[in-house]
């Protein structure tokens, strides 16, 4: 795992002054920054972050906090200041030593792989440093370094409104999707618009300086919040009216997808040879598998592709998939995956067992059904108890279990390989969508194992019938709960172990924060 993804980009500091200087992001067809990203499809590659804007007013005051605070804030701007600059030099990735240092030898900062999320503190510091430098405006209306600040963003700003046709010219070899015209016309609007809300700015300041009102303060004070509330409004206002409709590919699968089964689909898939999947790479197939296989349809709305929450242990399912060889078409079954995406010239083999659904049709796209995929959640009588998982994955390959006649159990303390009957004693149907926590109710014929078809991880709870039960990792990769002949309820719920702790830290800085607050108060 290398710190090479997901930087902050350079350029994009940019938009720190002009908000949507490249365009929205989520106009495919008119935005100017997706060169900058490196993940995603070529020409659509998502930026992780919308703007990095918060308004001009707020940066220049935040400066005019930095640079000249009064006494009593200076004991805190100057270290928030230190902090601020290391946390732009984290955030902006590869293009910075100081990140790679951070990654390789900070514990735990692999858990935080994509720098262009320390931004987040970066939006946290900046409106801190404001407030600073605007109490050090309002006790001295006559400083001059605001109105400096200001005027100087004018003319720059002016400066780019001018020249936009020869910025246009060099950056429209970097986004040729975006015609010369559009990528004229959009860096006018950013620039233009933003340059009358520094002439306003600027207004305000001067005005101040000679004759300073409380209606002044409030004046600018509501410019600051009109940036930002600008800026937010757009991003909502360019999500496209659809986003969150249901595709037709959602309706095919939804409509194939047995009642109370939650639709299951290994998309990504082109290049695979159903017949053996062994026509493409490893490195793909593994990738496919580990990241593909436990994607649920469902998670919002019962629309569009999410990957399961708790999606983990990916190097083990990559390793699995690599060292599978020919079962690999077997482990859709025995991991219940109903439906594979495969590019429209496909042709599969009569013997591969997918049925492909001709209702669907898509010029890009071939989406088969695999009729003989066992269910999410089903009832067995009989399991096999094994010490190692390594072990556990060798005998996925037993015909019997892809039929569901059994399931093997990893991280007992004997092994335990005995088998009884081989039979399913019992379905559930599942509550639909799928969220954080999982319910089935189940019809269990005698004593026996429900296997349930997601991810294990240790942050799962269950209840089988409002009492807690424990849960054991299944077929190498997923959960299932003991249970009695009879009706249940089976309940699972993931929790984030990180969840209470932050909580308590978050209620102590609150906590603290009001003290201070009270203090100030009192004192004055």
Not at 181 to 201: N, P, R
Not at 288 to 313: N, P, R, T, W
Not at 345 to 365: I, Y
Request: charge should be positive; include cysteine.
């Amino acid at each position: 795992m290398k710190p090479v993804t997901g930087p902050f980009i350079l350029l994009r500091f940019l938009e720190l002054l002009v908000p949507r200087l490249f365009g929205s992001p989520l106009d495919f067809n008119h935005f100017l920054g997706f060169f900058m990203d490196d993940e995603g499809p070529l020409g659509h590659r998502d930026p992780w972050i919308h703007t990095p804007y918060w308004g001009s007013v707020l940066l220049l005051f935040a400066f005019v906090g930095l640079k000249s605070p009064r006494v009593r804030h200076r004991y805190w701007t100057r270290p928030l200041g230190i902090l601020l600059g290391l946390v732009i030099l984290l955030a902006i990735g590869r293009h910075s030593p100081v990140f790679g240092v951070y990654f390789n030898f900070v514990p735990g900062a692999k858990l935080l792989r994509y720098p262009a999320k320390f931004f987040g503190l970066v939006a946290t510091i900046l409106p801190l440093l404001a407030a600073a430098g605007l109490d050090s405006w309002r006790s001295n209306p006559s400083l001059r370094l605001p109105r400096f600040g200001v005027l100087t963003l004018a003319l720059a700003l002016l400066a780019g409104w001018l020249f936009a046709p020869t910025l246009a010219n060099a950056l429209h070899p970097l986004s040729r999707e975006v015609s010369l015209d559009a990528t004229k016309a959009t860096l006018k609007l950013a620039i233009g618009s933003e340059l009358l809300l520094v002439i306003a700015a600027s207004v305000l300041l001067v005005r101040a300086s000679k004759r300073s009102t409380p209606l002044l303060h409030k004046g600018l004070a509501g410019l600051l919040v009109f940036q930002v509330l600008r800026v937010t409004w757009g991003a909502y206002c360019t999500a496209p009216p659809d986003l969150f409709a249901a595709s037709d590919y959602t309706h095919a699968i939804l409509a194939s997808t047995p009642e109370g089964e939650p639709p299951r689909l290994m998309h990504d898939a082109a290049n695979l040879n159903i017949a053996g999947l062994d026509a493409a790479s490893p490195a793909f197939q593994a990738g496919v598998f580990a990241h593909s296989l436990f994607k649920d349809i469902g998670i919002a709305q019962g629309i569009g592709y999410a990957d399961s929450y708790v999606s983990s242990e990916e190097g083990a399912k990559y390793e699995f998939w690599r060292n599978i060889g020919s079962y690999k078409r077997q482990m859709l079954d025995v991991f219940a995956v109903h439906h594979l995406g495969l590019p429209a010239d496909s042709n599969l083999p009569m013997n591969s067992g997918l049925v492909r659904l001709d209702e669907f049709r898509d010029p890009s796209a071939t989406l088969y059904e695999n009729r003989t995929a066992l269910p999410f959640a089903f009832a067995v009588a009989s399991v096999a108890f094994l010490r190692d998982n390594g072990d556990a994955q060798l005998m996925l390959r037993d015909p019997r279990l892809a039929r569901g006649l059994f399931a093997v159990v990893d991280g007992a303390d004997v092994d335990r390989r005995e088998l009884g009957d081989l039979a399913r004693v019992g379905v559930c149907r599942a509550k639909l969508p799928l969220t954080d926590r999982i319910d089935l109710e189940c019809d269990v014929q005698r004593d026996g194992f429900i296997v349930i078809n997601e991810s294990f991880h240790p942050n799962y709870s269950a209840k089988l019938d409002g009492v807690p039960t424990l849960i054991m990792r299944t077929n190498a990769f997923v959960m299932g709960v003991k249970a009695n002949a009879g009706k249940h309820r089976v309940s699972l719920e993931y929790a984030e172990s990180s969840l209470l702790p932050a909580s308590i830290a978050s209620g102590i800085v609150l906590g603290l924060c009001c003290v201070l607050i009270s203090r100030k108060r009192v004192t004055a």
